[in-house]
């Protein structure tokens, strides 16, 4: 009952959060679109953040743009996404759109000197990231500040759960993520070629950056990529689910499934990872016996920690006989740990700001704006951590036979 209640308290405040009195410094956002997810990645989180203002959005129809504005409180609508990247008053860009469009509008808000938060996948295809991450105005000291939206790495749990982890120990990792199939329908963008849809761009670009960041590597292989894919015009070569196996530079294996066409009960997402035999030391045993232990961690709940997410220890110790390895005792020991703020993530963590109601976004928005003001940031996502990303994503759609998503028209050159 207790867990209840902390549960529903915690999400109250996420999603209606205290306001906080904004500085006189703050920054101001402009966005581009009235997406559905703005709201949960900016305009909620922006409410408890005292450097950040919302103040102006844009869409291809006004009328949408104007109902958007009254609904979230945003003073200002603007004709078009130029008046917004025009505009001296706006210090930083969201940009929600649809996946095909990102590449082009966040050149263009990076030309205009603006800052720019860009949600995932940050564009289409590793071509659009090596000339997105690369322009030269993001190399510059006092240049824009561009990052990929992978709001769930910022969360405490992630941090902790990849505390526990040694990359070169690690043999197996699975991850797995869905949508319940009531949650999507044909005529989204998850499921238009053009717009760059399908489901390893939705949530499958989750389970594959999880991949990379446990192994601590590139993938050097995809092994296998099954997917199942609409082939019917517009939907042409839009998967709404898959399962890819990668092949890593220890050996290890990595494998991500997702599907926007889940059962009808959603199931938090979760990933699991398997860790080599390693001996313990102990001094209690004869010298002619070792004392080994297999680890497998698994983190409930990696995309969206606030609603809820547990972390599983399972740990098998064996003693055996060094020679031949007769096994003389084995059993198993698991605890299980929660981190819903850094403070309860402890060790390095400790003192890293935020409060129980602050979901991965709202941690995200905080780094953000620390990069932004030359502040130190405890957590982020690189250049090249994006590209790698994208050049994931290339190498399963290749081995599906589907084929990457389309390059946008839209050249650097054009802004």
Same mark, same amino acid.
């Not at 295809?125 to 824009?144: H, Q, R, T």
């Not at 759960?161 to 005529?187: E, Q």
């Not at 981190?339 to 109601?357: I, S, W």
């Given at each position: 009952?207790?867990?209840?209640?902390?549960? !529903?308290?915690?999400?109250?405040?996420?999603?209606?959060?205290?306001?906080?009195?904004?500085?006189?410094?703050?920054?101001?956002?402009?966005?581009?679109?009235?997406?559905?997810?703005?709201?949960?990645?900016?305009?909620?989180?922006?409410?408890?953040?005292?450097?950040?203002? %919302?103040?102006?959005?844009?869409?291809?129809?006004? @009328?949408?743009?104007?109902?958007?504005?009254?609904?979230?409180?945003?003073?200002?609508?603007?004709?078009?996404?130029?008046?917004?990247?025009?505009?001296?008053?706006?210090?930083? =860009?969201?940009?929600?759109?649809?996946?095909?469009?990102?590449?082009?509008?966040? !050149?263009?808000?990076?030309?205009?000197?603006?800052?720019?938060?860009?949600?995932?996948?940050?564009?289409?295809?590793?071509?659009?990231?090596?000339?997105?991450?690369?322009?030269?105005?993001?190399?510059?000291?006092?240049?824009?500040?561009?990052?990929?939206?992978?709001?769930?790495?910022?969360?405490?749990?992630?941090?902790?759960?990849?505390?526990?982890?040694?990359?070169?120990?690690?043999?197996?990792?699975?991850?797995?993520?869905?949508?319940?199939?009531?949650?999507?329908?044909?005529?989204? =963008?998850?499921?238009?070629?053009?717009?760059?849809?399908?489901?390893?761009?939705?949530?499958?670009?989750?389970?594959?950056?999880?991949?990379?960041?446990?192994?601590?590597?590139?993938?050097?292989?995809?092994?296998?990529?099954?997917?199942?894919?609409?082939?019917?015009?517009?939907?042409?070569?839009?998967?709404?689910?898959?399962?890819? @196996?990668?092949?890593?530079?220890?050996?290890?294996?990595?494998?991500?499934?997702?599907?926007?066409?889940?059962?009808? #009960?959603?199931?938090?997402?979760? !990933?699991?990872?398997?860790?080599?035999?390693?001996?313990?030391?102990?001094?209690?045993?004869?010298?002619?016996?070792?004392?080994?232990?297999?680890?497998?961690?698994?983190?409930?709940?990696?995309?969206?920690?606030?609603?809820?997410?547990? =972390?599983?220890?399972?740990?098998?110790?064996?003693?055996?006989?060094?020679?031949?390895?007769?096994?003389?005792?084995?059993?198993?020991?698991?605890?299980?740990?929660?981190?819903?703020?850094?403070?309860?993530?402890?060790?390095?963590?400790?003192?890293?700001?935020?409060?129980?109601?602050?979901?991965? #976004?709202?941690?995200?928005?905080?780094?953000?704006?620390?990069? %932004?003001?030359?502040? @130190?940031?405890?957590?982020?996502?690189?250049?090249?951590?994006?590209?790698?990303?994208?050049?994931?994503?290339?190498?399963?759609?290749?081995?599906?036979?589907?084929?990457?998503?389309?390059?946008?028209? #839209?050249? !650097?050159?054009?802004?």
């Amino acid at each position: 009952m207790a867990s209840l209640v902390s549960m !529903v308290g915690r999400l109250w405040g996420a999603f209606d959060p205290p306001k906080s009195p904004k500085s006189s410094d703050a920054l101001k956002f402009g966005v581009l679109g009235a997406a559905n997810i703005a709201p949960l990645a900016l305009i909620t989180p922006a409410k408890s953040h005292p450097e950040v203002i %919302v103040q102006a959005v844009s869409a291809r129809d006004r @009328k949408k743009a104007e109902a958007f504005a009254k609904a979230h409180g945003i003073p200002e609508v603007r004709d078009s996404y130029e008046d917004i990247l025009n505009d001296p008053n706006i210090d930083c =860009i969201f940009i929600p759109l649809p996946n095909a469009l990102h590449y082009e509008w966040a !050149v263009r808000a990076i030309r205009a000197g603006k800052h720019v938060l860009l949600e995932k996948p940050s564009v289409s295809n590793s071509i659009e990231a090596e000339s997105l991450f690369n322009l030269p105005e993001l190399s510059k000291p006092d240049g824009p500040v561009l990052l990929e939206a992978f709001h769930s790495r910022f969360y405490p749990s992630w941090s902790y759960f990849r505390s526990l982890i040694n990359p070169a120990d690690v043999v197996h990792v699975s991850a797995y993520s869905m949508i319940p199939w009531w949650g999507t329908g044909k005529n989204d =963008i998850h499921f238009n070629y053009a717009l760059s849809g399908g489901s390893m761009m939705a949530m499958g670009t989750y389970n594959m950056a999880t991949l990379r960041l446990i192994f601590g590597a590139e993938p050097e292989e995809c092994l296998s990529c099954d997917t199942n894919a609409y082939t019917d015009g517009i939907h042409d070569k839009c998967d709404y689910e898959v399962k890819a @196996k990668f092949r890593f530079p220890n050996g290890g294996i990595g494998e991500a499934e997702t599907t926007l066409k889940g059962p009808t #009960y959603w199931t938090p997402s979760h !990933v699991t990872v398997t860790n080599k035999e390693v001996v313990v030391p102990d001094d209690t045993i004869p010298t002619a016996q070792e004392k080994v232990l297999s680890r497998e961690l698994t983190l409930h709940g990696f995309i969206h920690g606030v609603f809820w997410h547990r =972390i599983d220890i399972k740990n098998v110790y064996t003693i055996r006989n060094k020679e031949g390895g007769a096994v003389i005792k084995k059993w198993e020991e698991k605890t299980f740990h929660k981190a819903y703020t850094f403070r309860e993530a402890g060790g390095q963590f400790a003192d890293l700001p935020g409060e129980t109601f602050w979901m991965s #976004y709202r941690h995200q928005l905080e780094q953000f704006v620390n990069r %932004v003001k030359g502040r @130190k940031t405890q957590h982020w996502v690189s250049a090249e951590d994006s590209i790698g990303q994208m050049r994931m994503l290339d190498m399963a759609y290749e081995k599906s036979g589907l084929g990457p998503r389309p390059t946008s028209k #839209y050249r !650097v050159e054009d802004s």
